[in-house]
């Protein structure tokens, strides 16, 4: 071995003794999550699955952590977050929201789940014990492990701008279809779920983190800068984009514009915008 070999190996030995022993190795998302401590944090899940913490309560809306039909993996499995979730929230019944495997994985950790009506009807098939679920109802408040929740309807869109209305169970979709006004860390949060705009949700008041959904099915661009000029929201975080492949037949939902409707923002409303990588981590202040 010649001089410089000796010096490169020499160079180089600390590093991979280090490497080995886990020294600076990037945390899993698990880990990131089991580390924040303080203040109210939140991470994309990809589509409208999020998952948000303070207080030492975490929970999460909408998850589907199944890679069937994804553009990229989620960030992380429903096994690894099992032993981690404190509540499960589903807005309604499409496998986007209320993913059976993602639920059932999830169903062996220590969880509540909170399922409105058009999904609670398939708990036990999916191993959820009864006394574990919460049934939402639209303009009820309730209380689940010291979360303040108000529930309000979502009134499901679909192709060009219309309401879903071809399900056979679309009257009681109406009924019990939920989004979600969470309190947490001193703040609302509103989670319209999959809806169009409607009334309720420009009657809300103090509202602190939005998350929309600008799609052709959901709030558009227009109706989306509508429901953010109303607010005022000092956060404001685009979902139900870039999750899963498009194809002709399913990018009325697959596709969302959270460009476009960025540019259509005041420049106040722009900062206070944020577009996150799916797995990225943002503290609200």
């Known amino acids: 071995m010649g001089r410089f070999q000796r010096l490169l190996l020499v160079s180089i030995l ?27 944090a939140l ?13 030492g309560v975490l929970i999460g809306t909408d998850l589907d952590l199944e890679p069937a ?6 960030p992380v499995t429903a096994a690894e977050l099992a032993g981690q979730l404190d509540i499960a929230f589903v807005t309604h019944h499409h496998g986007d929201h209320f993913n059976r495997p993602t639920l059932r994985a999830l169903a062996a950790g220590r969880c509540s789940f909170v399922l409105p009506r058009t999904c609670a009807r398939f708990a036990s098939s999916l191993g959820i014990a009864e006394e574990r679920i919460v049934i939402p109802k639209p303009g009820q408040p309730f209380e689940v492990r010291g979360i303040r929740v108000e529930p309000l309807h979502a009134i499901h869109g679909n192709q060009q701008f219309t309401v879903l209305t071809r399900e056979p169970d679309f009257v009681e979709s109406l009924a019990s279809n939920c ?14 779920g999959d809806s169009v705009l409607t009334e309720e949700h ?18 558009y661009i227009d109706r989306s800068q509508i429901l953010i000029n109303q607010l005022e929201p000092s956060y404001i975080f685009p979902q139900h984009f870039l999750t899963y492949r498009e194809t002709d037949e399913n990018i009325f939902w697959t596709r969302g514009y959270p ?9 106040t409303l722009q900062g206070r915008y944020h577009k996150l990588k799916q797995g990225e981590k943002f503290v609200i202040r």
């Open 202 to 219: 420009l009657g809300l008041k103090n509202i602190d983190v939005l998350f929309v959904s600008p799609t052709v099915h959901n709030m």
């Open 259 to 267: 460009d476009e409707l960025k540019m259509r923002l005041s420049r």
């Open 179 to 192: 989004g979600y006004v969470f309190h947490m860390g001193g703040r609302r949060l509103l989670q319209p």
């Open 69 to 74: 039909g994804k553009i990229q993996p989620p």
């Open 14 to 40: 600390p590093w991979r003794l280090a490497a080995s022993a886990g020294e600076g190795s990037p945390q899993t998302l698990v880990e990131e999550i089991r580390s924040h401590k303080a203040g109210l």
């Open 43 to 55: 991470w994309w899940m990809g589509n409208s699955g999020w998952l948000i913490k303070s207080d």
